[in-house]
């Protein structure tokens, strides 16, 4: 499928500019709007990974969105960095959840994207960004993370939080234990939200990204690329974001 793209600027707080990245498939329009996928990045920014995830989003029939959440299309590769962004992002998630509300307002204000079928998808510091947003009670129907930060803004309320979400996790993550996995389970379970935790055994954290063996030899960081892993999970994830987002009336 022909796509197109091109880069969403939202100004948020204090003038801050969010440089966000679109892709649409070619034949979206006003006339025929498609549902759209918010993309919560992992730590290092709007880096070529989220590209190409926005942009196989796109190729399925998806519009798709990178969130800028550090602002000022800022990327890094280096883990301290990357820490020390999201630490400032961290200490003020209200803000953070503001600059989300913000760039799901301006995606979804696309002519060729329809605002009533959205999802979000988050990858690690993103898994707890797409999280927040179903908790925050944004309109989106389906959440799907991968190796994802579950530890809650706050917890998902029976009624704000109406997304079904899908879980995709590794069992040999380091850095998002099985416990927060277990504990993000009832937080779901006391929400009565629909949800699917799926384990993929020998996956390391970050084991969706073709760059995650590079970025922990660099960074001395227990990452780990998976192929099958990640083919697995992908395929799943396109599956449950056609069920909830194409498939409803």
């Not at 204000?109 to 690690?124: E, F, K, N």
Request: hydrophobic fraction near 40%.
């Amino acid at each position: 499928m022909t796509i197109k793209t091109y880069e969403l600027n939202s100004t948020a707080d204090f003038g801050m500019e969010l440089i966000s990245y679109v892709a649409l498939p070619e034949a979206a329009s006003a006339e025929n709007p498609v549902p759209g996928i918010l993309i919560a990045p992992e730590w290092w920014g709007v880096v070529e990974h989220p590209r190409t995830v926005c942009e196989k989003l796109a190729e399925a029939g998806f519009a798709a969105v990178v969130m800028d959440v550090f602002g000022e299309g800022k990327l890094t590769t280096d883990a301290a960095q990357a820490n020390e962004w999201m630490e400032q992002m961290l200490a003020d998630q209200d803000k953070l959840m503001g600059r989300c509300q913000l760039i799901l307002k301006d995606f979804s204000d696309q002519m060729a994207v329809d605002s009533d079928r959205l999802g979000v998808i988050g990858y690690c510091f993103g898994g707890k960004i797409a999280l927040d947003m179903a908790r925050e009670g944004m309109p989106v129907k389906a959440v799907a993370t991968f190796h994802g930060n579950p530890t809650p803004k706050q917890p998902a309320e029976k009624g704000k939080f109406s997304a079904d979400v899908l879980v995709a996790h590794g069992a040999e993550d380091s850095m998002v234990s099985m416990e927060g996995i277990e504990g993000l389970k009832k937080e779901l379970d006391n929400a009565e939200v629909n949800y699917q935790v799926d384990v993929y055994e020998g996956a390391k954290h970050g084991f969706t990204n073709p760059d995650a063996d590079k970025r922990a030899a660099e960074n001395d960081v227990d990452l780990g690329y998976n192929e099958a892993a990640a083919k697995q999970s992908w395929d799943k994830m396109i599956d449950f974001m056609t069920k909830h987002l194409k498939q409803t009336s």
